[in-house]
């Protein structure tokens, strides 16, 4: 399995750069997790557009899914340019069924997964997790059978995480603040947070996303080592890991 950071800013881009989007990819399957503000562009320097085998969001909050439009309608103009009938799935939840409605376009299918149940993707199995967020909103726990990677996507803390994440080898997490602010209202964790699951489940390596706008970054993960003493690395552009 390797796994590839296209975007990782929460809310909104930075110049140049997206919100939240990961390539999962395994034994010639290519999956996008979240499709936020900018990751079309961005995704098209490591794969054609016409490479994307599914997409699976964890909810519809802009920062997440804000590409879906424009990745159908470069569904529809490659389709059209290579006269092919290729549809692509996107899978969400219903929980906002408007929402989910709109993943269904000529060339792209709305798929309904059931959080309380296994998901078979290509080559991935996905478990599902609720987060703790304004909107409803699942955290996913991938594995390919040969690597595990548990993403939070958008949550504040519970203790719960600990044991949905144990033992993976990759952790992505929600990390929009520093060190003694407080994310529970907008549903985003610290970074000392963020590195208490990833301590608590003893991973493999941490990653930190969903980096926020403000203060130096670096000092998330220096925040980060104070709690867990395994690989972490502040996400960006084009970060891969593989297993």
Known sequence: MKVTVIGYWGAYPATGSATSGYLFESDGFTMLVDCGSGVLSRLQQFKKVTDLDAVLLSHYHHDHIADI?????ACLVQNTLNETDEILPIYGHEEDYEKFQLLTHQYTEG??????GSLQIGPFTIDFQKTVHPVSCYGMRITDGKGTV???????YFSEWADFAKDADLLITDTNFYKGMDGQGPGHMTS???ATIASKAEVGTLWLSHLPHFGQLVRLRQEAEDKFNGTIQLAEEGLSWSH
């Open 69 to 73: 439009g424009p990745l159908q309608y």
């Open 111 to 116: 798929v309904a997964y059931d959080p309380e």
């Open 150 to 156: 548990v993403y939070t996507a958008d949550t504040s």
């Open 192 to 194: 000392v947070e963020a």
